[in-house]
């Protein structure tokens, strides 16, 4: 059974892992694009995704630890 303490130690470290992770592309990519270079664009769009996906990554990893499953579709 997932406790109390799992669910909030994944939303502590989804968040300043993907905060980190998504902080760094979007430095990345403002940089990119105040020094002129149309790629940064990209690294700033894919920035919040990334954060989302760690985040739904970590989440499922904590499932599969305690074995749970989603519920299945019909």
Known sequence: ?????DILVLGLSAAIIGGLAGGILLFVGMSLVMSG???G???MLLS???CGAIGYWMAKRL???HKLAAPKKR
Do not use: E, G, V
């Open 1 to 5: 059974m997932i406790t109390r303490a």
């Open 37 to 39: 270079q149309n790629a």
């Open 48 to 50: 919040s995704p990334i």
């Open 63 to 65: 499932a599969n630890k």
């Open 41 to 43: 664009w990209i690294a």
